[in-house]
């Protein structure tokens, strides 16, 4: 039987895999991050929501930086 747990399917990717994945997903956090900007100007509605999403996607291409 096939696993639904995220981190069960993610171990059992091979590298190429790994790294397809996280750099899909790293992509993905700029678009989620795009809803922390001000509608007018420059600013920032949520900076502390886009700081957190920055984290992640340091966090994300760290890891696929030690796949290589």
Do not use: W
């Amino acid at each position: 039987m096939a696993s639904h747990n995220p981190t069960e399917v993610f171990v059992r990717l091979k590298r190429d895999e790994k790294i397809d994945f996280l750099l899909r997903l790293a992509h993905e956090l700029t678009i989620v991050g795009r809803d922390a900007y001000s509608l007018v100007g420059d600013g920032l509605d949520a900076p502390h929501r886009l700081r957190e999403i920055n984290e992640i996607q340091h966090r994300i291409l760290a890891f696929c930086l030690a796949l290589k």
